[in-house]
């Protein structure tokens, strides 16, 4: 199975302030029809996941321009432009490639 | 606006049984792959199984293969969860989830707790 890792594992962040998880996976994440399916989730705190990112740098509908998607291969990152109250919570990577598909195992983002 | 509402979770002895549903609705269902995710309680998210939009190919974890089994009901716009021989490591919250790898389409429900403890 694919492992994803991601550093650090606790953010503390200062509101207004730019912020930046990194996402390694144990092999490269490009399918075989070119596509590189590495995607970023969002969890508040008492609700469900949301997914932010998918194929590593596109945007889900709704999603603020603040936050973006960079990377290749088996290195990643998300970044959050200027963070607000609401960015609060965990932030998963995960990875449609190889099945299993696998998730890192959570950046708690807190002030 | 599309909803996914699960239910059927609950408590359940190591051995038991469990049957998930999921209620979809606000879109075209039979279009879609399907998705299970867990959460264990404070613990982070692990994919369980998809299926197929016509339920013809169905992909399980391995620590549930041979135990669960993933269906769906294109008439009535639902996905099922059979959850069989429960062990306590199955504790966890299940996500119903729609999504599609390579656009923007992606919506979860709000989850159903199973608790399997003696």
């Known amino acids: 199975d694919v492992v994803m890792s991601q550093s650090p594992l606790s953010l503390p962040v200062t509101l207004g302030q730019p912020a930046s998880i990194s996402c390694r996976s144990s092999?490269?994440?490009?399918?075989?029809?070119?596509?590189?399916?590495l995607h970023w989730f969002q969890q508040r705190p008492g609700q469900s996941p949301r997914r932010l990112i998918y194929?590593?740098?596109n945007r889900d509908s709704g999603v603020p321009d603040r936050f973006s998607g960079s990377g290749s291969g088996a290195d990643f990152t998300l970044k959050i432009s200027r963070v607000e109250a609401e960015d609060i919570g965990v932030y998963y990577c995960m990875q449609e490639t190889h099945w299993p598909f696998t998730f890192g195992p959570g950046t708690k983002v807190d002030i | 606006e599309v909803h996914l509402v699960e239910s059927g979770g609950g408590l359940v002895q190591p051995g038991g049984s469990l049957r998930l549903s999921c209620a979809a609705s606000?879109?075209?269902?039979?279009?879609?792959?399907m998705r299970w995710i867990r959460q264990a309680p404070g613990r982070g998210l692990e994919w369980v199984a998809n299926?197929?939009?016509?339920?013809?190919?169905?992909y399980y974890l391995g620590s549930v293969k041979g135990r669960f089994t993933v269906s769906r009901d294109n008439a009535k716009n639902s996905l099922y969860l059979q959850m069989n021989s429960l062990r306590a490591d199955d504790t966890a919250i299940y996500y119903c989830?729609?999504?599609?790898?390579?656009?923007?389409?992606?919506?979860w429900g709000q989850g159903t707790l199973v608790t399997v403890s003696s």
């Open positions: 989830v729609s999504g599609r790898r390579g656009s923007s389409w992606d919506h």
């Open positions: 092999q490269s994440l490009v399918h075989s029809d070119g596509n590189t399916y």
């Open positions: 299926i197929k939009e016509d339920g013809s190919q169905k």
């Open positions: 606000g879109f075209t269902f039979n279009s879609y792959w």
């Open positions: 194929g590593v740098s």
